[in-house]
């Protein structure tokens, strides 16, 4: 088993798809089920079982910042990812807690302390409204996913619910969030184009990956590389494995299961898409590529 890997992106997506035990590339590594930047004290998130991710929201510095950032993006679309409480022991500490009753007492505190700033703020908050009541439907996807008994939350939980819904925004600031809103689509649009000459960029072989915060990305994409075949999430696999993919899908033979060059596995294929490891690709994606390769 090969523990030292090529880079960051490698090391998220053998955690992400819990490919090995361990690996570790210039100061960013896993252990099982849990992925770390610089060290043991920084630990940047857990997956507590299958889909399901506990990921801090805490940094350090600019490096560990990046570090979340991979992770995030190898983490498998159909996962879902939790904030999580963290304790910290000392300067630069970080520990991912799995303690139902601390994470869903944290989502509480960061519901209320958003709900507090409303009332000061004076031109963000409706934003900061939101945001608790984000917190809120947080607390509720956790309770649920891990079968959490509520109960003993249920008056401050009542009491922050109420508050956000009886929130009202002063005449003098609909004229402000209508113009926001306005530039909200305005800036949508441009993000769209940005995407669309993001991936045409990508398919020249500018840039390693394309970001998934991009609104369209929610499925990846190929591009031949000589005999490789590398992904928008800059993994590369053996052309010859991807043929070899290819043609038990054009002959209708079942895939799931399957291992791709030993390493990623097949997780779904559907009418619309193939998923394999952490990857959403389109059929018409596949089909693309192929005809590019002359099949």
Known sequence: ?????????????????????????SRMFFEGKTIFSHGHHFEIAKIVKYGV??????????????HLTITRR???HHYKIF????????????TVTTDNIQNLTYYLQRAEEFLNKTVRARVLAEDYAQTAKHWLSIFIDYAKEFEVNAKP??????KLSDAIDNFKIPEKRLAYIQAKKQAEKIAEQARKQEWKDHLKQWKNFAGNYISRSIPECGFDYLRVNGDIVETSKNVQIPLA?????????????????????????????????LQVG???????EIQAVAKQLGY
């Open 74 to 76: 190898a983490i498998p």
């Open 153 to 158: 939350f249920a008056k401050l939980f009542d």
């Open 278 to 284: 952490c990857h959403k690709i389109l059929h018409t």
């Open 83 to 94: 904030p999580a409480a963290t304790s910290t022991s000392g300067y630069g500490n970080c």
């Open 241 to 273: 494995s991807a043929l070899l993919l290819w043609r038990k899908l054009q002959q209708q033979e079942s895939v799931k299961g399957e291992k791709i060059d030993d390493r990623w596995t097949v997780i779904d294929n559907s009418n619309q898409y």
């Open 1 to 25: 088993m090969r523990t030292v890997l090529k880079n960051h992106d490698e090391v998220a997506h053998y955690w992400a798809n819990q490919v090995q035990a361990s690996g570790t590339a």
């Open 53 to 66: 991710v506990l990921f801090t929201e805490n940094t350090y510095s600019s490096s560990t910042g990046k």
